[in-house]
């Protein structure tokens, strides 16, 4: 852990140590999302809070070598042409069960999908929660003010308008590696 705090104190960056509750079982949001940075800074951030943040990824990523990074930092890995063609549900209903089989888990998503600039955000996030009851922790790089952490938590209540509207809000204030390329959901906002 001090390595990782030392990494980022390099790097001029803060982590907020206050998280929620109920981080032991959650889907983590993760935006902005505009660099390959991105996901360095995350990694740092969840590794000093001792959050044992998972992520899915591409099951290519998981041939050596680069199997010997993904699996340690977190990685589970998806055979995304079985989940579009074989899988009632898709990639939803995986990732959900996910969580029936792997007790305290933290599933980190990046709804943006993309680093360019997107004015839809994929809403996958909200209902995997849904399916496997469980909260969505809001995580965030806020590279204005070099701070890196995780901030409300917010329960899906099945109104997708209104709680992806209290989503919107929160990333309002959130500055992205690249602001040109972040883009806040338009049809929540």
Not at 81 to 110: A, E, H, R, W
Not at 139 to 144: A, E, F
Request: some cysteine; charged content about 20%; hydrophobic content about 40%.
């Amino acid at each position: 852990m001090f390595f990782y705090k030392l990494l980022l104190k390099f790097s001029g960056w803060k982590v907020d140590k206050n998280i929620p509750e109920n981080m032991n079982n959650c889907v983590m949001i993760a935006a902005p999302h505009t660099s390959n940075w991105d996901f360095y800074y995350c990694i740092l951030s969840m590794k000093t809070l001792r959050i044992p943040m998972k992520f899915t990824i591409k099951k290519q990523w998981f041939r050596f070598p680069f199997n010997l990074i993904m699996k340690p930092l977190g990685g589970v890995p998806i055979n995304t042409t079985q989940t579009k063609q074989n899988i009632k549900g898709g990639k939803v209903d995986l990732m959900s069960k996910l969580f029936t089989s792997c007790p305290n888990l933290v599933l980190m998503v990046t709804p943006e999908g993309t680093r360019s600039h997107n004015k839809k955000w994929k809403t996958g996030f909200y209902h995997i929660a849904k399916s496997a009851n469980v909260p969505i922790c809001l995580g965030y790089l806020d590279y204005k003010n070099k701070i890196a952490g995780i901030g409300k938590t917010i329960y899906p209540s099945g109104n997708i308008v209104e709680d992806m509207k209290e989503i919107m809000a929160f990333y309002l204030s959130k500055g992205a590696k690249f602001p040109e390329k972040f883009s806040l959901d338009t049809r929540f906002i």
